[in-house]
C-alpha cells in the first residue's frame, strides 16, 4: 500500500481468541499515523472507515454500522438504490480522501449486501473499478454467524438467466486469505483451546463430547445458584420464554414492571379504519420486528438492549445490561405507562407506608 496505487482486497480469519479485533486496532493506529505523516494530507479528512454489521459489532472496533456508513436502507432488502444528490454530496464530501475500508465481522456481511458496498464505493468514487478502487481488510471467521437474510459471501451465482453470473465473482477473485493461529484468550489452557478450534470446525471427538458433559450443571443444584445471573444460551425461542417466565415468576411483584405495547397508526385515517387496522397487529413478535406486546422487566435482572440509544457511548442493538431502577419523573408518565408504573410512582412519592390499592388505568 505504501509502495504502490493498486487496492489490496483481503481477508483475514482466525478462531475466537486469536485476536482479530485486537489486530484491527492496531492496524488502524498504524494506518492513521501513516497517513498524517503524509504532505499536503489534511489531518480532518478521513482516510479509514471502519464498519461492521452490527452495532456491537462496530462499537467493538470504535466503528460505525455498514448501513449507516453505506446508506443500506434497513429492512428493505439489498436491492441498490443510488444516492439521491443531498447523500451523494455529502457523502462524496467525507469519503473524498478514503483509501481503505475495515469491515468486521465478516461472516455475517452476505453476499447481496457485499455487493452493495461495491456497488456504493464505485457511485461515489465515481468509477467502475470493484470497490471504488480502495482496499478493503475484511476480518472475521466464516465458521461463526451465518448472514441474515442472505447468502454466505462465497456463495455463487446458480440463477444462469441473470448476466450477473458472468461477473467477476467479488469474494472468490479479488481477495487473498490470511489466518491468524496462535489463539490468546485461552493461551494458558492449550486443551481446552484445541478442544474449541476442533468444535468450531465441526471435528470435535468423544472424548470432547464427554468434556463438555461434565462441566453441566443441574439447575436444582446449589451451585447453579451461584451462577443463574451469568448470560444463559439456547437453540430455541420457546426454551428462552421458558427460562424468562421461571425467572419473573420467583420475583417479588413489587420489583416487577409490566408495560403494554401501545400501538398506533401513522397517517390521517378515519377512527373505523384505524379501529380495523389495528385489529391485525400480530401477537407474533416475530412479526412485529421483534416489539412484544407486553415488556416485563426487573429490577437486578439481566437484560439487553434491542435498539440503538446512543452508539458512542455502547448503548447499541445487543448490549447487555442490569435493570438498576425504575424512574418516573411525571405524572404523564404514570398516565402513560398504567397500572404498574402508578404503583412505582406512588411507592417512590410518598414518605409513608401505606397500602396502596391499584386499579390499570
Not at 447468502?151 to 486469505?177: E, G, P
Not at 420489583?255 to 391485525?280: E, M, Y
Amino acid at each position: 500500500m505504501k509502495t504502490g496505487a493498486v487496492p489490496f482486497h483481503t481477508f483475514l480469519s482466525g478462531g475466537a481468541g486469536v485476536g482479530k479485533s485486537v489486530l484491527i486496532k492496531a492496524v488502524y493506529q498504524a494506518l492513521v499515523k501513516y497517513f498524517h505523516h503524509l504532505r499536503d494530507q489534511d489531518p480532518n479528512t478521513t482516510n479509514i472507515l471502519l464498519c461492521a454489521p452490527t452495532s456491537k459489532a462496530a462499537h467493538n472496533i470504535v466503528g460505525t454500522t455498514i448501513h449507516s456508513a453505506f446508506c443500506i436502507p434497513v429492512s428493505q432488502g439489498f436491492h441498490f438504490k443510488p444516492l439521491d444528490m443531498q447523500q451523494f454530496n455529502t457523502m462524496r464530501s467525507r469519503f473524498h480522501d478514503l483509501k481503505i475500508v475495515i469491515i468486521n465481522e465478516i461472516s455475517m456481511v452476505g453476499r447481496n449486501m457485499f455487493n452493495f458496498i461495491n456497488l456504493r464505493l464505485q457511485e461515489i468514487m465515481g468509477t467502475n473499478i470493484p470497490f471504488g478502487g480502495l482496499s478493503i481488510l475484511a476480518v472475521g471467521d466464516l465458521f461463526q454467524l451465518k448472514p441474515v437474510f442472505d447468502s454466505w459471501i462465497f456463495s455463487q451465482f446458480y440463477n444462469t438467466t441473470d448476466l450477473s453470473c458472468m461477473a467477476t465473482h467479488l469474494w472468490l477473485d479479488l481477495f487473498d486469505f490470511f489466518e491468524l493461529q496462535i489463539v490468546m484468550r485461552q493461551k494458558d489452557d492449550h486443551a481446552f483451546a484445541l478442544l474449541l478450534e476442533r468444535l468450531r470446525e465441526c471435528n470435535h471427538t468423544d472424548d470432547d463430547r464427554e468434556m463438555l458433559r461434565k462441566q453441566q450443571i443441574d439447575c436444582q443444584s446449589h451451585e447453579y445458584n451461584n451462577l443463574k445471573d451469568l448470560p444463559h444460551l439456547f437453540c430455541r425461542k420457546k426454551d428462552v420464554f421458558a427460562h424468562n417466565t421461571s425467572i419473573l415468576s420467583n420475583m417479588a411483584e413489587s420489583n416487577l414492571v409490566h408495560i403494554d405495547a401501545i400501538d398506533c397508526i401513522s397517517g390521517a385515517l378515519n377512527k373505523s379504519l384505524t379501529q380495523i387496522i389495528l385489529s391485525r397487529i400480530p401477537k407474533d413478535a416475530s412479526k412485529t420486528m421483534n416489539l412484544p406486546q407486553k415488556l416485563i422487566l426487573g429490577l437486578g435482572l439481566p437484560s439487553e438492549i434491542c435498539l440503538n440509544v446512543d452508539t458512542d457511548d455502547g448503548i447499541t442493538n445487543g448490549a447487555p445490561c442490569i435493570v438498576k431502577k425504575f424512574d418516573y419523573k411525571t405524572l404523564a408518565d404514570v398516565a402513560l405507562y398504567g397500572y404498574c408504573f402508578v404503583r412505582q410512582w406512588l411507592l417512590e412519592n410518598d414518605d409513608h407506608n401505606i397500602d396502596i390499592c391499584i386499579k390499570k388505568v
